[in-house]
């Protein structure tokens, strides 16, 4: 009976651990990389945006980010953030981010929003500029410009410094997953699989 008490306790503990988990508390008020001694104003300066300042519009969509990855001072403040540029016509393919959820503010332009919760119920809208949108954790979502003339801006705010991005097309067609097992997993056949992967392979 112990053991079984016991076995319940460590099952209800661990799935308790797993549901409340994001990025770890610091003990300090800040993480200093180990290379860096002390830290003065700069550590806590980014200045990756400036970049985009009066330059041209990209001509795919872009992400400049600034996570953890870009911006040391992140360490340990569960947040990071990204601007996404789309030109007229292009997309933010279906991604999730498995270790934060996502709030998009839309500073330029209009943009079709969704996402997909477990239900595989699609949520989605057209947001106008100033408008804002959650992209709720872990759930499969896109963005798309629908003007093929215009440019569309936003700014993404993370709860994590390093919330990493799944891209659910170069997940599934960009890596070494047999044909046949993906032939089956989407009803098709291997030679569509074939056709979907060279879409994906890098570009001589």
Do not use: C, W
């Not at 990025?23 to 003065?40: C, E, G, N």
């Not at 809208?125 to 992209?135: A, E, M, N, W």
């Amino acid at each position: 009976m112990a053991i079984n008490f016991l076995a319940i306790v460590t099952v209800f503990l661990t799935i308790l651990h797993l549901t409340s988990a994001g990025d770890p508390d610091i003990l300090t008020d800040f993480v200093l990389p180990p290379d860096v001694q002390s830290a003065d104003p700069n550590f806590f300066t980014y200045t990756g945006f400036r970049s985009l300042v009066n330059a041209p519009p990209p001509a795919a969509f872009k992400v400049t980010k600034a996570s953890m990855a870009e911006f040391a001072a992140l360490n340990g403040q569960s947040v990071s953030y990204a601007v996404l540029q789309y030109p007229g016509g292009s997309v933010n393919p279906l991604h999730t981010h498995p270790r934060a959820s996502e709030l998009l503010f839309l500073t330029i332009g209009t943009l079709e929003v969704g996402f997909i919760d477990t239900t595989n119920k699609l949520f989605t809208q057209t947001l106008q500029t100033g408008d804002l949108f959650i992209f709720p954790k872990g759930l499969v979502h896109f963005q798309y410009n629908a003007d093929p003339d215009k440019l569309a801006v936003a700014v993404s705010a993370f709860g994590s410094a390093n919330a990493g991005t799944v891209s659910i097309p170069s997940t599934v067609f960009n890596t070494s997953i047999d044909d046949a097992i993906l032939a089956k997993s989407f009803k098709t056949d291997v030679y569509t699989i074939q056709k979907l992967k060279a879409g994906f392979a890098p570009k001589p």
